[in-house]
């Protein structure tokens, strides 16, 4: 049995932390190009889904992080009504699909405009070889040293490199080895050879094969935004979640900053949703408590549930891939 099972999947969250969100409002949904960033309820709803059944089962494992998943397990699990608001408690962890939407969303405002500005945009890939699990974190850590040093290097050649970078890892479930990556957009493509060349003297196992440059169109952008990791294994093929891999890759991540502008200030980042304490307000709040079996959150007096979110076939085999 697992520990939230044994919890009887109550929330141990307070009240008064509750926080607003924006779902009943559309002011996010201009980001919504293809489903993965617009902020409804019933997408709320499908993450809420993949969060809830991913996290049953990284909690069981034995991991240093196993009070942060369960946090994780209860991101959003009440949700109140008042008026057009919803609000929620959000656990604000990197691994959560909850989460990590809304920061996508944050970002995309945050950066977006400026990148629109840079006409030459250009993606460009950095790897290193693929290393086993002793060796990731320290390898995080040379690649974060070596990008600086080569910013660095530029800097005193007259050259300010300016862009974004982020960090990304994938587990290959054959080889049992993890290949973190940077992927950075630059706003032009002038030092990129330079660039890939000053890495590749740095990391000399590296493949050049693995680095590569090119125009960043707007799907690169956003692309940039999205979550750290792919929750899967790299291989078309092999769509194995393994979540002994994961829990070491989210290890490993522990205080590595995984998105970092360069050579430029962004716009400010929309506020994280406020804190409210909803003591004093008594005037129609309607709370819904999400519940695993129905895939939905519900209110315990009227019994109605808050979005009719119905999992699809895809959804349904996800419990089945995670290892
Ligand atoms: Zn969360």
New binding site residues.
């Given amino acids: 049995m697992s520990i939230l099972t044994s919890l009887g999947g109550s929330p141990p969250i307070p009240f008064n932390t509750l926080e607003i969100t924006s779902e009943l409002q559309s002011e996010i949904e201009e980001f919504n190009r293809d489903g993965w960033v617009g902020d409804t309820l019933l997408r709320r709803a499908k993450s809420k889904f993949l969060?809830v059944t991913l996290m049953d089962k990284m909690t069981r494992i034995q991991s240093p992080l196993m009070q942060s998943y369960q946090d994780?397990y209860f991101?959003?699990h009440q949700i109140t009504v008042t008026d057009n608001k919803a609000k929620s408690c959000?656990?604000?962890?990197r691994w959560?699909i909850?989460?990590n939407r809304i920061r996508t969303a944050q970002l995309i405002q945050a950066y977006m405009p400026t990148l629109d500005t840079w006409v030459q945009k250009t993606f460009l890939t950095l790897t290193i070889k693929n290393v086993p699990k002793e060796k990731l974190k320290g390898s995080l850590s040379e690649m974060y040293k070596t990008f600086s040093l080569i910013k660095d290097i530029e800097r005193k050649r007259g050259f300010k490199l300016v862009g974004i970078r982020k960090l990304e890892c994938t587990y290959n479930r054959q080889s049992d080895e993890y290949h973190p990556h940077y992927h950075i957009i630059l706003n032009n493509s002038d030092r990129s050879e330079i660039i890939i060349n000053e890495w590749l003297e740095r990391f000399q196992t590296a493949d050049r094969k693995g680095q590569d440059f090119r125009p960043a169109d707007k799907d690169s952008c956003f692309e940039l935004f999205k979550y750290f990791t792919k929750l899967s294994s790299n291989s078309k093929k092999d769509n194995t979640i393994t979540v002994n891999a994961l829990d070491n890759i989210f290890q490993s991540i522990t205080g590595v900053r995984t998105f970092q502008p360069f050579g430029f200030i962004a716009n400010k980042l929309e506020p994280p949703p406020e804190n409210i304490t909803l003591g004093e307000q008594s005037f129609d709040i309607q709370e819904y408590q999400y519940n695993t079996k129905q895939n939905d959150w519900i209110n315990p007096n009227t019994g109605e549930f808050l979005t009719n979110y119905e999992i699809n076939q895809n959804e349904k085999s996800f419990k089945y891939r995670i290892r």
Avoid at 90 to 93: E, I, T, Y
């Fill in positions: 969060n994780t991101c959003s959000f656990c604000k962890k959560c909850i989460c």
